[in-house]
């Protein structure tokens, strides 16, 4: 008899989240086991009570998840399992923090894919502001975007001290070279604003961050995407269902929140496919994270370089 497929959960939070065991289930697990309340220790001994446990047949039908809201942490804790493992006792492992880094992932490709539709033009050499670059998916974006080449401003909204170090940490890690510029007054924003070529806002939820009397003053921004579905939005002018809509009064095309979430959902779906069996005897298990996501949601696009 063929054992079930299981996805272990694994989280710092004190929950896991009902949005991925859902996605986990629709992409064919049998089972999903959450373990909450994870710490990165904790990591290793998990991974190898799950690969150990069920001999070579059973271990070709697991897989780890890895939640969270921290990012670096669950960058950590895919490395601890990764190291945890060993051939032929080794499984896939999959990371996505808040779904982070498949929204991020979603919005730079949707970002990337309406550049050269609209304007002939890819991401390299363009400042692009981020608008919420130390939540999950505004610093995850601007990981993806400055990996594409593009100049990424990171947006302080309270003070630049406070994003410096994140920033500093995140060009030493990532080996890019993203900036900090400062966003704490509506002056300030649209300074910003007026010297870029892409915006992207990943704010709270329910945070006019950008009116559409400061888009109509940015001269060269051609693409904006905003990722708050809660009214008021992120971005005036982007309706949460504009998927490349020129903004009323500009030249430039907006993106919103259902864009991007549906590219985000079926990318999440199809790497967690990748980590169920196949019948292919000498597979070798998938480590995902945000460049696997952004891979994957330029594929879905049919975008290529």
Known sequence: MEKASILHVFTAAKNASPFDVNMAFDAGFDKVVPYTNVELSEVTGLTQDAIFSRG????????????????????????????????????SVFADPSGAFTTAAAMIAKVEAHLKENFGESLSGKTLSVFGSTGPVGSCASIIAAQQGANVQMVAHSSVASVEPKAAAWNEKYQVSMKVVDGTTEAKKEEILAQSDIVICSAAAGVQVISKEQLALAKNLKVVADVNAVAPLGVQGVNVSDDGVKIEGTNIYGIGAIAVGQLKYNTQHQLLKQMMPTDQPFEKPKYLEFAAAFKLARELLKIHS
Do not use: N, Q, T
Not at 56 to 76: N, P, Q, T, Y
């Open 56 to 91: 070579l047949s059973g271990v070709k039908r697991e897989g780890i998840f890895i939640g969270g809201r921290d990012i670096d942490l669950a960058m950590d804790m895919l490395s601890a399992a990764k190291k945890a493992m060993f051939a032929p006792f080794a499984c």
